[in-house]
């Protein structure tokens, strides 16, 4: 699409009127004012046990997990799901108020809070409930929630657990190679004139029938018949020296020191300076520990040859260590914020990237906005952070992960194969400056960056397969076949009446959210609007012919959810072009659909087009006094809302957050129950099927998260049974 410079739309940054309004933010974003009240992956438990395979769990999969566990499926374990759900959200809330302690710390804490509050009636069965979940609790860990300082956190404890694990196994493997050759020293001792002297024998039977021996005899005899088998003393040197090498080393040592033993060598960094300076002095303690390793298993396999190796071990040096040698031994961990990355750091960075060293770099940015509005130059796959993932990328050696920090929990395995592989690794993470959008709550601020594609999701792993299609990977991004993610949105127009819609999240949104940025978007009272007002989504699909006329805008609500139209200027309407040009260049790199990307097909497009759904009347949310109106749900990336106070019990749903998907209910009627995205199920369409259904969905579904509502057909025959059945559901 082209930009539409000429285009007399919105209002330009600076004129008149602009300051003085009051921030809105995007229509999108309106139910997740409190985040404390959803179930989402924050907060996360770095677990402490390194033996397990997943280092970070979310509180919510914990526990589900207890729930599981302790809670048997149906209305028998409603109550010890809501009381111990009820724990999670405290403790969530807990979490975000800046509470930190382990997982048991807090889970604690909360419990004895919740049963404090409680009344007489129904502590006992809190009590009882409580505490059967936590006898059931076998994840434990520090809590951590979605703040600045998390994604280095999460990195930090993934590396840390991962190499305490090599450390450990080399470790082994160094023990296994100072035991042997200590037996062969002391095989050798044996064979010497000390190790068979009389008073040694003694020694070794001390306590022993020292009685019945002639330790003078027996050692006369022994010296006698092995005089010829001692080592060469070129030999015993060799060994004790690899003995001394592989017993001081530093590259591998337990945590706890003693005084003869020095502290491990560290491997995490705050800046590439020190790595680089740390690598270079540790090479000559490499090179000896790769020399003695190597001796040790020649000694022992009894394979050292003076004539041959002599000389290859006297020249050894750091010039002969293979990329195999250097692979052996710890990564190095550089944990950056972007705003601190001077020109001489970046370079630096790239430099140790290049190396193919097992260097693993996080950078961590708070503010990508401020170099996509502005820059100018031809769109590459990215400014700013962007830039910097797409540079590592090019470099064609470089395991790359960028991602929201909101996304990390579902990413895990990709930290972890990053931090894994034996390259070097970027992680580029966004988590959003408090500065820019102080309105949202760091989660949603990461979680906006990645639905409107200012920040995309994206792996690339150079062993993954020839091709750029297997080793770039996008499936992260929500809806990564399209330009922007579409979404369902509801409001109540002035008639009362609830309107569903289908509305793409843009760069335009995430842009608007920013207290910085809020004066390209001008808002317009329901009385201007008119027909050349089209969604900025439609209007950035337009050439310039087309868009002629056409006025772009956003929905946004203001602090009562009243709904409004925000029109935007060509400051974002350029912005929004760059950004949509680089995820489209993503998509073609990774295979994603045709070039320029694949577009919705016409079923979706004709869906789209229908505009607006008219459902049925029905209690909805309330007009606000300037004649705005009040969105409803929302979808998948963005945290889905319980909202269990905002529903009418008389109409059917499922708190679909909670879904375990199981798949009963969508068998029962796969019309009328359907998964989401998060593959977890709602209520497609309430007409699909009999009340019969919903009632036997409901009382079929382990997690009694379907609610029947009252029978739509009042002729359906039974009813009077049915709607017993559905009482307890209500
Ligand atoms: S809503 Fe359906 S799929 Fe989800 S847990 Fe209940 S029965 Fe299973």
Request: proline share 7%; charged share 30%.
């Amino acid at each position: 699409m082209n930009e539409h410079p000429a285009q007399p739309i919105g209002r330009r940054a600076g004129e008149p009127g602009g300051s003085s309004r009051p921030h809105l933010r995007p229509a999108l974003l309106a139910p997740y004012r409190d985040l404390s009240k959803l179930r989402y992956d924050y907060p996360l438990i770095l677990s402490s046990d390194i033996e397990e395979d997943t280092f970070v769990r979310s509180l919510s999969d914990v526990v589900d997990g207890v729930l599981q566990q302790i809670a048997p499926p149906g209305i028998a374990g409603e109550r010890l799901r809501q009381h111990v759900l009820l724990l999670e959200a405290r403790i969530r809330a807990m979490a975000s108020r800046g509470a930190r302690g382990s997982l048991g710390e807090l889970w604690d804490l909360a419990a004895r809070e919740l049963i404090r509050g409680s009344d007489k009636d129904s502590r006992t069965l809190l009590e009882d409930s409580l505490g059967r979940a936590r006898s059931a609790l076998r994840v434990d860990g520090p809590v951590v929630d979605c703040v600045d300082d998390s994604p280095s956190e999460i990195l930090k404890h993934a590396w840390g657990t991962l190499h305490a694990q090599r450390v450990r196994a080399t470790l082994v493997e160094i023990a296994e190679l100072e035991t042997k050759l200590s037996e062969i020293l002391e095989l050798d001792f044996l064979n010497s004139d000390e190790g068979r002297s009389p008073e040694r024998l003694q020694r070794s039977v001390a306590g022993c029938c020292e009685d019945a021996f002639d330790f003078e005899a027996w050692s006369r005899i022994l010296s006698e018949s092995s005089r010829r088998s001692r080592l060469p003393e070129s030999r015993r040197r060799r060994i004790r020296e690899a003995l001394s090498v592989l017993g001081s080393q530093r590259f591998f040592a337990a945590e706890v020191t003693t005084v003869d033993r020095p502290p491990p060598h560290a491997f995490a960094f705050e800046s590439c300076e020190l790595a680089i300076a740390a690598f270079r002095e540790r090479l000559a303690e490499m090179v000896d520990l790769i020399k003695a390793i190597t001796i040790a298993k020649l000694e022992i396999d009894n394979h050292y040859r003076e004539s041959k190796h002599d000389d290859f071990f006297r020249r050894f040096d750091e010039s002969s260590l293979e990329p195999d040698d250097v692979l052996r031994f710890p990564s190095y961990l550089i944990c950056l914020r972007a705003k601190d990355c001077t020109a001489q750091e970046r370079a630096a960075i790239f430099e140790l990237l290049s190396s193919d060293l097992p260097i693993k770099v996080l950078v961590q940015s708070d503010d990508i906005l401020s170099e996509s509005m502005h820059s100018r130059g031809p769109a590459s796959l990215g400014t700013g952070a962007e830039h910097m993932a797409s540079m590592a990328v090019a470099l064609g050696n470089t395991y790359v992960l960028q991602a929201a920090s909101s996304s990390l929990y579902p990413l895990s395995d990709r930290i972890r194969e990053g931090l894994d592989c034996p390259g070097p690794a970027l992680f580029s993470i966004f988590c959003g400056s408090g500065e820019t959008l102080p309105q949202l709550p760091p989660y949603l601020r990461a979680a906006v960056a990645t639905q409107s594609r200012a920040f995309p999701t994206f792996r690339y792993d150079p062993t993954a397969g020839e091709s750029w299609a297997l080793r770039l990977d996008l499936d992260e991004n929500p809806q990564p076949e399209h330009d922007w993610p579409l979404m369902h949105f509801e409001y109540q127009d002035e008639a009362l009446q609830r309107i569903a819609d289908e509305v793409a999240f843009t760069f335009v949104d995430f842009a608007a959210a920013d207290q910085r940025y809020a004066d390209h978007v001008e808002t317009i009272g329901r009385s201007d609007w008119n027909a050349d007002m089209i969604p900025v989504w439609r209007y950035l699909e337009l050439d310039e012919q087309e868009a002629r006329g056409k006025v772009p805008y956003i929905l946004t609500v203001d602090a009562d959810d009243g709904l409004h139209r925000g029109v935007v200027d060509r400051v974002l309407i350029r912005a929004a072009h760059r950004c949509i040009e680089r995820w489209r260049s993503l998509q073609q790199l990774g295979g994603i659909g045709d070039s320029p990307a694949s577009q919705p097909s016409e079923g979706e497009r004709a869906a789209e087009d229908s505009e607006v759904e008219l459902l049925r009347e029905e209690p909805a949310p309330q007009l606000d006094e300037s004649g705005g109106e009040s969105p409803a749900e929302q979808q998948q990336t963005l945290p889905a809302s319980e909202a269990e106070g905002a529903q009418n019990p008389d109409e059917p749903y499922i708190e679909t957050p909670r879904c375990t998907t199981c798949d009963e209910c969508t068998q029962i009627n796969p019309r009328m129950f359907a998964y989401n995205e998060n593959r977890q199920a709602y209520i497609a369409d309430p007409d699909a099927g009999s009340y019969r259904e919903l009632v036997e969905a409901a009382e079929t579904c382990q997690v009694s998260i379907i609610h029947p509502g009252k029978p739509r057909n009042p002729r359906e025959p039974g009813l009077p049974e049915l709607i017993g059945r559905a009482e307890p559901f209500r």
